[in-house]
């Protein structure tokens, strides 16, 4: 497909495991971000590669997370000791660009629930 | 504290009627975007607006940023089932900042 696309769809999980989530970006696509959306919120900012390199993890809570992107495209999304606190949609998205007129293309994201 | 503020939270119309979401910062808005949402997807992206005054219209929703760059409208026209959705407005609220700040957003439904 064309889109961003996330993997699992749904990730139920017990308190003190660890998780991965993984982003499959659009093709070419240089940035990609991370967000966290819990209900009834917008989405939260956790963290933005270019290329392989993380440019801005100032949104990511603790040190439970951490992302990587080791050939600039497919990024995963891991957190340690999951808590239920953590329990949420994590929303990956892609853009072609940097700069301020920068569409933020977003695929469906994955349900995390921490029992 | 939220740093863009939605209102309303929800709203319910009649098909056809016109309705208008607002989007507030107390910071300037540098980029603000309205998103789509629906239950168990990722967010559909409407418009992009950059500079005070300018205004952005597609099919019959049409987007509005001030002039001090600090609130953005989107207004639907006829509104129609398919409108039905959760409505967020995201910016970039540092000047040249990667990251998005979005709205709790607006829950609309449309009924026939």
């Known amino acids: 497909g064309a889109g961003v696309s996330q993997t699992p769809s749904n990730k139920v999980t017990e308190k003190g495991k660890y998780v991965e989530l993984r982003c499959d970006p659009i093709s070419g696509h240089t940035a990609l971000y991370w967000y966290r959306q819990s209900l009834g919120q917008g989405p939260e900012f956790l963290i933005y590669f270019q290329g392989t390199g993380a440019a801005d993890d100032s949104g990511l809570p603790n040190d439970r997370f951490f992302a990587v992107r080791p050939e600039g495209s497919v990024s995963t999304l891991k957190i340690q000791r999951t808590e239920r606190g953590d329990s949420a949609v994590y929303l990956c998205a892609s853009s072609a660009n940097l700069g301020v007129d920068n569409e933020q293309f977003f695929g469906p994201g994955t349900r995390l629930t921490v029992l | 504290s939220q740093e863009l503020e939605q209102s309303p939270q929800s709203l319910i119309v009649q098909e056809g009627k016109n309705l208008t979401i607002n989007c507030t910062s107390s910071?300037?808005?540098?980029?603000l975007y309205w998103y789509k949402q629906k239950y168990g997807e990722g967010l559909i992206f409407l418009m992009m607006l950059q500079k005070g005054g300018e205004e952005k219209s597609h099919e019959k929703i049409t987007a509005k940023l001030d002039e001090k760059k600090q609130q953005s409208s989107l207004h639907i026209t006829a509104s129609q089932p398919s409108h039905a959705g959760i409505y967020l407005c995201?910016?970039?609220?540092?000047?040249?900042?990667?990251?998005?700040?979005f709205g709790k957003g607006t829950k609309l439904t449309v009924n026939p």
């Open positions: 995201g910016a970039d609220i540092q000047g040249g900042s990667e990251k998005l700040v």
């Open positions: 910071k300037t808005l540098y980029g």
